[in-house]
């Protein structure tokens, strides 16, 4: 007698259950790779967020020097102003270096060519065109 349909046990074959498990490994790895890229900020994001926290440094000094930027204040009253006309941009951020949490902001990531610095006292090599490693 031959065996119908309807007689054979209605579980999984081991072929079947392979290819189950094939399928959802699959949509595991796609899952978590999206997971993963998601959390890294864009590096367009990164530089908006520098930006924002370079002007509440420059905000932030000019509260505490009478409304006034570091352009706009003499050397001999903790400012800049005497040496705008330089072209030496890094001293305005050394002035600064104590409303600024690090010289890292001041570099974008998106500027490969561009090396940030761990410290104020070697800012004047963040404008140096520097070539990754």
């Known amino acids: 007698m031959k065996d119908s349909p309807r007689n054979r046990n209605a579980g999984f074959e081991f072929i079947e259950m392979l290819v189950v498990l094939a399928i959802l490994l699959v ?30 440094s420059f905000k932030t000094w000019a509260l505490d020097n009478n409304d006034r930027f570091p352009m706009e204040v003499s050397i001999t009253n903790g400012g800049t102003k ?16 104590n409303e600024l949490s690090t010289p890292k902001l001041l570099v974008c990531p998106e500027a490969k060519h561009l090396l940030p610095r761990e410290a104020f006292w070697t800012a004047p090599a963040l404008w140096r065109f520097s070539p990754r490693l």
Do not use: W
């Open 27 to 56: 949509a595991a790895v796609v899952l978590l790779s999206t997971l993963a890229r998601s959390r890294r900020p864009a590096p367009g994001i990164t530089c908006s967020n520098n930006l924002k926290q370079i002007d509440l």
């Open 82 to 97: 005497e040496l705008v006309n330089t072209g030496a941009v890094y001293v305005h951020f050394l002035v600064m270096s």
